[in-house]
């Protein structure tokens, strides 16, 4: 039946010839709902088709996992990595081999972000389809059932991921050192390779969260200690390391019995006391740091044959990555919660902005004569301020966890060096400024703009300048999938990209070339929020550019990447070992490239290049400022979504609230996720062609010629396979109240006609519909400017499958189109009721038309009840003949209304995670 469809939106495509204007799409959704009304067709034959649909996206999800990442299998890929090792012993000496592979060639960095779209079924499913090289129907799971997202679920998948990425990266260390010990017999004893690091956010995110306390974040590093030490008795035993395993297992046990202490209630003082003065007791199994087993397992190594020292030396290398826990962590502050943190600490006659220059020279002399002070966990039990509870924190995972490994502090939205430079203050009080990484994340346009100087003032410091000296790094952080969300996403990356070079070019005004530049580019897994779609090379590369990587290279400033795998999509990369391997593989192959001058005109012929940059960001400006873009992506609230996280992105806020909704509250996740169900990806495709119009020739020239532009324009073709103006101009017409007027006017429907004219005279002063096309007519003469940049740069050339995709969305599209007009009808069909707790029936149904079903279902019940009390439920003597039994309850309104309206939204939600799916992510 679906190719029927696919068929006939072909057909409909065609009269676009003849009346321009003619939206397939909608028609399509027409036909659908007309069977609908009719009863021709119910939801259950629905569900099938939208099955079929979800089988084609989860095929296509795991094609194109398959091939960003391919070859899979493991054979091949330890094959491949050996190669590369080996070549990386060309015109080296032992010396030199050692620098190349003592610092990881990336850290994956494992975040708690809301996108854990498919549940775990689906998500073994695609995994293990890419895995085989076998992607047919086996892939087809339909688990409708979603998961129950909580934050130990979160926390629970990343420990699964970060297992599997340890055991790849486990097996690329021991074939360094074989290839070491092969050509370098004599001094691979001494080789300390670390291909890789992982780290992880999970549990330690504070940025808009509530509901983490300090207790949780403690508790889960706890278990990451206990599932690493398990880790390494295994290992250990493995390896005839029978004293140390014991070490280690006693450890263990003892870490346990701590985390099993965690589990009572800490809010109680005397819970609390007597936990603390456990902890704090002396106990020889209490292990702090590897450093002296590491020691020792070297040590053995040198005095056995050459293949158990590989072994014991790879083992050790892994100890001295991960420490013990699984990763590096990651806090994660807003730039707010520190501001507001340091004021009570500000003398008191001083009273000025934090933003001022007095405030820095403030912030220097506190600094320079401070006096760490003593802390304990009463300290942190009775601490009210979110940003100083998480330095007392990792003071106490420093005391009791692990005190060798640094702990990352990311300041969400950082737009001053002032803010920095409070946290580095809190880090001093507290006494573990050598031990935490503090890193600014840039991602708003406001420190896009001004990151220069930001960075400038902050290096130029005094009292910065010597803890990054110490520390031996600079931090910082970028942000692509928010600055994608205000500026577009073209812009984004390239204004990430001019950071990139100014930081290279103020490190070395500093004198810091000593230091390394640790810059961690935090991007999605889609290609709205910075990740690219078509190769791994240009995945690394679209956000870590040649020539950004360049500027630090020639000024002899070292580098040290990180980069994000984001919630459960970014997960899908390591789901199993195969997946795992091939992914680290790929990663390697593109970071052990060498990094040479670049010669691109894209740097060259700035003339062009950045009027085509501020062309893009002007658009997209305007449209983040325009009442019809906003209006239009806000019509539907968020009730276009699947819930995907433990951090909600639904809000819990009055009837009107989506109404007024501004893109500013919305996420940069959900934002884009919406974008992706209307049809176009707005932040990512409009903006170029406007840009281009002046010049087309020679931008189109330009894109041709430049690596930079080429792998730009990639991302653009990727993301037009899936865009469909007419599809969101199709969501307008819903709200269009002279469609519903009208659909009854050739006598089709009769008995629907009272329903279709409530649903216009609800809908006749509604804007939605006029915002909808404004939207779609300014996207429009966009998109025709940029198809004629495609043509100019690639001629007629049709990407395999093009069609056919974009027939399955249009099909999608449809068939949520017709969900929606029956739940519209009806809601318009629900008797009238009395107002209840200021909930009038015209409340409902605008809750309805933007989605929030749950919320209006929920008031809708309490308003006719399918249980009601009844005279059998009492035990009295008297009789009595009034009520009926039942006549109180609804039953039939709730099966005609109620059952209909939430089966046929349950629907349109499984088919925005089809739809996503063909986008490759959630948001």
């Not at 080789?191 to 690091?197: D, E, I």
């Not at 062609?689 to 792998?711: H, N, P």
Request: glycine share 4%; charged share 25%.
């Amino acid at each position: 039946m679906i190719d029927g469809f696919k068929t006939r939106l072909k057909e409909l495509h065609k009269l676009t010839t003849a009346t321009p204007l003619f939206n397939p799409v909608f028609q399509l959704s027409l036909e659908l709902s007309r069977k609908i009304e009719v009863g021709e067709t119910d939801l259950k034959t629905i569900e099938t088709y939208i099955r079929e649909l979800e089988c084609e996206a989860l095929q296509n999800r795991a094609h194109r996992l398959q091939n960003l990442i391919a070859p899979i299998d493991i054979k091949s890929n330890l094959a491949h990595f050996k190669e590369l090792v080996i070549n990386s012993t060309n015109d080296r000496d032992f010396a030199q081999f050692a620098k190349f592979w003592s610092r990881p060639l990336l850290t994956n960095v494992f975040t708690a972000h809301p996108t854990f779209l498919l549940n775990k079924l689906e998500a073994d499913s695609v995994a293990h389809a890419a895995s085989s090289g076998e992607v047919d129907k086996a892939v087809c799971i339909f688990a409708t059932e979603n998961d129950n997202i909580t934050l130990d679920y979160e926390h629970d998948e990343a420990m699964a991921t970060l297992s599997k990425a340890h055991d790849a990266r486990d097996a690329l260390t021991e074939i360094i050192y074989e290839i070491a010990a092969k050509h370098y017999p004599e001094e691979f004893h001494k080789l300390c390779a670390k291909p890789f690091k992982f780290a992880t956010w999970v549990g330690y995110d504070m940025d808009g969260r509530t509901d983490i306390s300090w207790s949780t974040s403690f508790s889960y590093r706890l278990k990451e200690k206990s599932i690493k030490l398990a880790n390494y008795v295994a290992k250990a035993k493995g390896l005839n390391l029978d004293e140390i395993a014991a070490r280690l297992e006693a450890a263990l046990q003892y870490n346990d019995e701590i985390l099993l202490l965690f589990k009572q209630n800490l809010t109680d003082p005397a819970v609390l006391s007597d936990v603390a003065n456990k902890i704090d007791e002396e106990n020889a199994n209490k292990i702090l740091s590897l450093k002296e087993i590491i020691v020792e397992i070297e040590k053995l190594a040198r005095d056995k044959n050459q293949k158990d020292a590989v072994k014991l030396l790879a083992f050790a290398s892994t100890m001295r990555s991960e420490g013990l826990g699984v990763g590096q962590i990651h806090f994660r502050l807003n730039a707010a919660q520190l501001n507001n943190a340091i004021r009570r600490h500000f003398p008191q006659e001083e009273t000025g902005e934090l933003s001022s220059q007095s405030t820095i020279k403030q912030l220097d002399e506190m600094i320079r004569n401070l006096k760490p002070l003593r802390t304990n966990f009463a300290s942190l039990a009775i601490e009210t301020t979110t940003a100083l509870r998480q330095f007392l924190a990792m003071v106490q995972i420093f005391n009791h966890i692990d005190a060798d490994n640094p702990i990352r502090l990311l300041i969400a939205e950082c737009e001053q060096p002032q803010t920095v430079l409070i946290a580095l203050y809190f880090a001093r009080l507290f006494g573990i400024e050598e031990k935490i990484d503090i890193s600014p994340l840039f991602e708003t346009e406001t420190a896009m703009e001004h990151g220069a100087r930001f960075l400038d003032a902050l290096l130029g410091d005094v009292n910065y300048r010597h803890y990054a000296i110490k520390r031996g790094l600079v931090a910082i952080q970028t942000g692509f999938s928010d600055a994608g969300r205000f500026v577009g996403q073209i812009p984004a990356s390239l204004a990430i990209e001019r950071l990139h070079g100014r930081l290279a070019r103020i490190m070395a005004k500093h004198d810091l070339d000593e230091v390394e530049a640790l810059i961690f580019n935090t991007h999605g897994e889609s290609m709205g929020r910075g990740a690219h779609p078509v190769s791994m090379y240009d995945r690394l590369y679209y956000n870590m550019s040649h020539w950004a990587r360049y500027q630090f290279a020639s000024r002899n400033i070292g580098t040290r990447l990180e980069v994000s795998f984001q919630g459960g999509d970014g997960y899908l990369f390591f789901r199993t070992p195969e997946l795992a391997l091939a992914t680290l593989v790929r990663i390697a192959e593109v970071e052990t490239k060498p990094i040479e001058k670049v010669n691109d005109p894209f740097y060259t012929r700035t003339d062009l290049s950045l009027d085509f940059y501020r062309g893009i960001r002007r658009v997209q400006r305007e449209f983040m400022e325009t009442s019809h873009y906003s209006r239009a992506i806000t019509s539907f609230g968020l009730g276009l979504l699947k819930e995907t996280g433990s951090r909600k992105s639904r809000r819990q806020s009055d009837i009107a609230a989506d109404r007024d909704m501004s893109l500013r509250q919305i996420r940069a996740i959900p934002h884009n996720a919406v974008l992706q169900q209307l049809g176009y990806p707005v932040n990512l495709l409009a903006g170029v062609g406007t840009a281009a119009k002046f010049d087309l020739e020679s931008i189109a020239d330009l894109l041709k010629k430049s690596e930079r532009g080429q792998a730009i324009l990639r991302m653009l073709q990727a993301s037009n396979t899936l865009a469909s103006i007419k599809s969101l101009a199709a969501y307008g017409e819903l709200f269009n109240c002279a469609y519903w007027a009208t659909r009854p006017y050739r006598g089709q429907e009769k008995e629907l006609e009272n329903a279709f004219l409530a649903l216009s005279e609800q809908l006749e002063k509604d804007d939605r519909p006029g915002e909808f096309r404004r939207l779609a007519s300014s996207l429009r003469v966009d998109a025709l400017r940029l198809h004629q940049i495609f043509a100019l740069v690639d001629g007629d050339r049709v990407e395999k499958g093009r069609e056919d995709t974009r027939r399955s969305m249009g099909v999608l599209h449809a068939l949520r189109l017709a969900l929606m007009q029956h739940m519209f009808l009806r809601a318009v069909q629900i008797p009238q009721f009395s107002r209840r707790n200021d909930i009038s029936r015209d409340d409902i149904l605008e809750m309805i038309f933007t989605l929030r079903i749950d919320d209006a279902l929920r008031l809708l019940r309490a308003a006719f009840p399918l249980h009601a009390p009844s005279l059998s439920d009492f035990s009295i003597n008297a009789p009595s003949d009034y009520p009926k039994d039942n006549e109180q309850a609804y039953e039939e309104i709730n099966r005609l209304y109620f059952d209909q309206i939430e089966t046929a939204y349950r629907l349109c939600v499984r088919i925005s995670v089809s739809i996503a799916n063909y986008f490759g992510a959630h948001g």
